[in-house]
């Protein structure tokens, strides 16, 4: 059980959060302005609030938010300890909103499994610079490989990766396992020009870059120039300069009219397939959401199609898992488009949805296409 200082700490936090402000956002500016607390206390916090979103609808909402939190922990470690001490049936009516059963296209037999991930405390990933995760892993302690992503890491230890020299010189990143296939499914070849049209702080702009080794170029745009500078400084902890950056709104002007041998459209959406992490957007999260935000996504891959090469590859990604976002979005563009054929992932259909529960990381859907020559 966390100590008192602790729960006094997630309690104020908890009071800041709302529909608007995201328990992560909260976190961020709650830490920002009590510098004094030491990783460990971050981590616990962080810890105990995450927790208190996953069990929220156990908790008694009369209780005082202390003994909620005791409640939501106690819950937690019972979980913890044997996994089959709270029912499935239980889990499917309480650990998320009744609207998602009717998104979700999830095998009857491993309802289960998926909602007992959503109750775990989440895997922590590291992508090794290309080839070099053997060699990071000797050097980090508490790493596990995955056979899914050649440069993945799970990372078990207690160590603030932030202060490691290793982080400090760009060897590795923290990118989820779900993220990672992502590149890993575009396959980018060095010295071709990629358009990251979503690029955000640019995750999956530095893995392409990355592949491309330093050759080739990736156009990575976004609405949001926040984030673009972020991407910046992550690239230059990388020592990727095989990119370049612009502002795009999402719109039918487009940053250049350059075609390119592949598009990375990483569209924003409703984020269900990270719900194990980020807990309380089961709660804010609605069917109006997914709605506007499926539209959103076709409008956005009408938009960049144009820009594809003949034999050109596009990818479609989504770390959600809703039918909305998903596979109608990939059937209703896939029809409009004859001009473009399905391309296989990872050596099978064009269509991936990888599942929480199977990859021990975020959901996400992915979809590919090329321009048929
Ligand atoms: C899923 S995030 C991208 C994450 C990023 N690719 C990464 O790997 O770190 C989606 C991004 O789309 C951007 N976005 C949201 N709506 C948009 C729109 N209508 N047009 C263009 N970008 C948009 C957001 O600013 C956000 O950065």
Redesign the pocket.
Known sequence: MPDQATLNHAAQILAAVSTDERADTALRFYFESHRYLQPIAKREISHTVFVYFRWLSWLDSKASPQKRLEQAVELHERFTADPKSIKAETLAVRAVPAWLWTELDLPAEAKADYLRQLQRDPALWLRARPGRSAALAKSLFSCEPSDRAPDALRFTGTQDLFKTEQFRTGEFEI?DLA?QL?GVAAAPIPGENWW??????????L?LADLMKNKGVVWA????AR?IDT?KRRAARAKLFNYRTDF????RMLPTKQKFDGI?L????SGVGTWQRNPHARWTTTPEDVRELAA?QL??LNNVVGSLKPGGRLVYA??TLTRSETTAIADAFGTAHPELEPLALFGAGPRATLWPHELNANGMFLVAWTRKK
């Open positions: 990118q993220s992502v990251d049209a979503c690029a955000g702080e640019g995750g999956k702009t893995h745009t976004d609405r949001n984030r991407l795009w709104d999402g719109g990375l990483d569209a924003p959406c959103t409008t956005l989504v770390c």
